[in-house]
């Protein structure tokens, strides 16, 4: 009965070790396979069973990766407009030299200052569609970094009605954990809810933010979601100036060319049209108009280049931060699922004089068994 058990481990154990050789072989062929997650074998106590299991299983590193993927396309996203809005940046300054070089001259030729007059309009244009495609990728953003915490409160809701029907110590550390996840997205003030006994309100410094009635989006403040909001008014603010300001350029060079011989509008659907007469003659008296337009516009674009470009070197430093983040999560990940091939080799030797010690173990309790039958 005894040898009889022993020979069964002992297979049993053959069996496992095979299969682990077969794991870390898996391992060492996916090495450079992207996105692959190595195999691990777990022997029990008694090495007669390996159970497979992967190091996905670290679902807080993975998610975090998710995250911090998503993050990373944020600013991926964010950076190729902002490379947009300085290469506009560096066209303005040439344009408006352009610009105030022709509207200098006493007798500028009006092709000439039609074409520079339209391309700074144009660049402008660009910088506020650049300023706009921000936005809308700030606002996707926000959407689905919100999409991320949104299931946290539904769970939170979930473990409070349980932990009002039925209380359970359990449930408060699953309270806990759902709060602190939370407040990696809100800066949130933990409170007591004055209704139910064990159950938290949320408060941000806008009011409450989740209490026995739900999720209240509107009162979100602080934290990842808060700075994201943050940052979203900050650029329609930036969209609207730069909207008003193109608006109000092209406004007052209308008006001053009104005034001119064929008392039409600069900005057509055809294009840019200057006119330099005034009152019906031919003194050029218009172009001073022009000139006192441009000069003030252009004082004005240099304060707005100041506030834009900070916000250009600060947008930056977040893209270089998150890009930073992904890459110490990802060095983290690959660690904890990579293959690593100094470590698959020590395993296949253990796993081999495993195989061979049972092989042994088996041929000295058959060489027993053959013993003890030639003595009977």
Same mark, same amino acid.
């Given at each position: 009965?005894? $040898? ?28 450079? $396979?992207?996105? #692959? @997650? !190595? @195999? ?16 996905? &299983? ?13 993050? %990373? &396309? ?30 200098? @001259?006493?007798?500028?030729? /009006?092709?000439?200052?039609?074409? &520079? ?14 300023? %706009? ?8 953003? #926000?959407? &689905? @970094?919100?999409? /991320?915490?949104?299931? #946290? ?20 550390? !699953? ?9 990696? #997205?809100? !800066? ?48 329609? !603010? ?11 350029? %092209?406004?007052?060079?209308? $008006? ?73 999560? %990802?060095?983290?990940?690959?660690? /904890? ?40």
């Amino acid at each position: 009965m005894v $040898t009889n058990m022993v020979a069964n481990n002992a297979l049993s154990g053959i069996l496992s070790s095979q299969q682990a050789l077969k794991n870390s072989s898996n391992n060492v062929a996916n090495v450079n $396979t992207e996105g #692959y @997650t !190595k @195999t691990i074998s777990a022997f029990n106590n008694n090495i007669d069973h390996v159970t497979l299991k992967d190091k996905n &299983s670290s679902s807080l590193l993975f998610n975090s990766l998710i995250r911090s993927n998503s993050d %990373k &396309s944020f600013y991926d996203e964010r950076k190729i407009n902002l490379s947009n809005i300085e290469q506009n940046f560096i066209g303005m300054d040439k344009l408006i030299q352009n610009v105030n070089i022709n509207v200098s @001259t006493d007798i500028p030729d /009006e092709g000439t200052l039609n074409q &520079s007059i339209e391309l700074l309009s144009d660049n402008l244009n660009n910088i506020q569609d650049n300023l %706009k495609k921000d936005m809308n990728s700030n606002e996707a953003y #926000y959407s &689905s @970094t919100l999409d /991320e915490v949104k299931p #946290y409160f539904d769970e939170l809701s979930n473990v409070q009605r349980y932990i009002n029907e039925n209380y359970n110590p359990s449930l408060l550390s !699953k309270q806990n954990e759902l709060i602190t996840k939370i407040s990696e #997205y809100i !800066k949130v003030e933990v409170t007591d809810s004055t209704k139910f006994k064990n159950v938290k309100e949320l408060q941000t410094d806008k009011g409450i933010v989740f209490n026995e009635a739900g999720f209240n989006e509107n009162n979100i403040s602080g934290g990842k979601l808060g700075s994201i909001e943050e940052n979203g008014t900050i650029l329609l !603010k930036q969209h609207d100036n730069i909207k008003t300001f193109i608006n109000d350029f %092209k406004n007052d060079l209308n $008006t001053v060319n009104k005034s001119g011989l064929n008392n039409k509008e600069m900005f057509t659907e055809n294009g840019v049209q200057v006119d330099l007469n005034k009152n019906y003659s031919s003194d050029n008296e218009n172009l001073q108009g022009i000139r006192n337009t441009i000069s003030t516009y252009t004082s004005q674009w240099n304060n707005n280049q100041l506030t834009l470009g900070n916000s250009v070197q600060q947008s930056r430093l977040s893209f270089d931060i998150s890009q930073n983040m992904f890459n110490s999560v %990802k060095e983290n990940y690959t660690k /904890e699922t990579g293959v690593d091939l100094n470590e698959e080799a020590v395993n296949q030797m253990k796993y081999r004089q495993m195989y061979d010690s049972l092989l042994k173990l088996i041929k000295t309790e058959d060489d027993m068994m053959k013993s003890l039958i030639n003595i009977v």
